[in-house]
């Protein structure tokens, strides 16, 4: 049973830094690939950055490309998102989610859809204010 585990989170400025942790237990998460979710009050869920189980290839949203980056390090079953120049509309539950190997699928379309995830962390909260 995998388990997914977010931290990070807080308030931080506009054009402030944070860099959330995903910690995987239960499996050894190297095959899986994972990816980032937020959702604000009142809007839908946004898929923010997903990347492939080796790390070689991610995908980013529009509202978040060159800001925000994801990479994992498998050896410490961790994927991290280091956000940079926050905006105020950037403040959302942020959810890490994972899907398994055996689900055939591009990380553009894990993102975008959502579709095969099977486990979801309980989200970390990021507030932009000043």
């Known amino acids: 049973q995998v388990q997914l585990v977010e931290s990070g989170g807080g308030l931080v400025q506009p054009g402030g830094s944070l860099r959330l942790s995903c910690a995987a237990s239960g499996v050894t998460m190297d095959s899986y690939k994972i990816g980032w979710f937020r959702q ?11 990347i492939s189980s080796s ?3 991610a995908y980013y949203a529009d509202s978040v490309k060159g800001r925000f980056t994801i990479s994992r390090d498998n050896a410490k079953n961790t994927v991290y998102l280091q956000m940079n120049s926050l ?4 403040t959302a539950v942020y959810y890490c989610a994972a899907v ?8 553009q379309s894990m993102c975008l859809t959502a579709r095969a995830v099977e486990t979801w962390g309980q989200g970390t909260q990021v507030t932009v204010s000043s």
């Open 55 to 57: 790390g070689g290839t």
């Open 40 to 50: 604000a009050p009142g809007k839908e869920r946004e898929g923010v950055s997903c």
């Open 100 to 107: 398994p190997p055996y689900h055939i699928l591009t990380i």
């Open 87 to 90: 905006k105020l509309e950037d």
